[in-house]
C-alpha cells in the first residue's frame, strides 16, 4: 500500500534518454543492500549513493543530484527533517518515504514535509521498487526506461 501527498504537482524533471538516479537512505545495512540491488534491476533506476543516516543521505544529494531520494523513516525525526530539508532545497527532488503503518504521525509529518508519498517498509523489495515507480507516476514524474 501506498500513500500519495494530494497536493503533488512538481515539474517533469526526468530525462526521457536517462535512468532515473536515486539515493537510497536506511540504517540497516543488509535491507539497503537488497533494496539497492532490486532497484537497480527493475531497469528505470540507478542507486547513485546509498546512505546508514540522515546526515549522509543530504550529503549524498547534494554530491550525486539524483532524481529520487527514498529515506527510511525508521531514522525516527531526523528522517522527516531530512525530507523537509531535501524538499526545500532541491525543488525538483521527489522524495519518497519508506514507512510503518502503526506510525501514522511520521508518516503525516513526512506528507506534510513534502514527501511524494510513503510506501510500506515491510514489503518485499520488488514490491517498493514498484510502489516507487507507482508513486512518481502518480505525481506526475514518470520513471523512464533505459537508453
Do not use: K, N, Y
Amino acid at each position: 500500500m501506498t500513500t500519495l501527498r494530494g497536493d503533488v504537482a512538481p515539474p517533469d524533471v526526468f530525462d526521457g534518454d536517462q535512468r532515473t538516479g536515486l539515493v537510497l537512505v536506511h540504517e540497516a545495512s543488509d535491507r539497503r543492500w537488497v533494496l539497492s540491488r532490486s532497484f537497480e534491476r527493475s531497469g528505470p533506476f540507478v542507486v547513485v549513493a546509498e546512505a546508514a543516516d540522515t546526515f549522509s543521505g543530504l550529503v549524498a544529494v547534494r554530491e550525486h543530484d539524483p532524481d529520487v531520494l527514498v529515506v527510511d523513516l525508521d531514522l525516527g525525526a531526523s528522517a522527516v527533517e531530512v525530507v523537509r530539508l531535501a524538499v526545500s532545497t532541491f525543488p525538483f527532488l521527489a522524495v519518497v518515504a519508506l514507512g510503518r503503518w502503526a506510525e501514522p504521525d511520521l508518516i503525516e509529518q513526512a506528507l506534510r514535509c513534502g514527501a511524494v508519498g510513503v510506501v510500506s517498509r515491510a514489503a518485499e523489495p520488488a514490491e517498493i521498487v514498484g510502489q516507487v515507480a507507482a508513486l512518481l507516476a502518480r505525481a506526475g514524474l514518470p520513471t523512464s526506461e533505459p537508453a
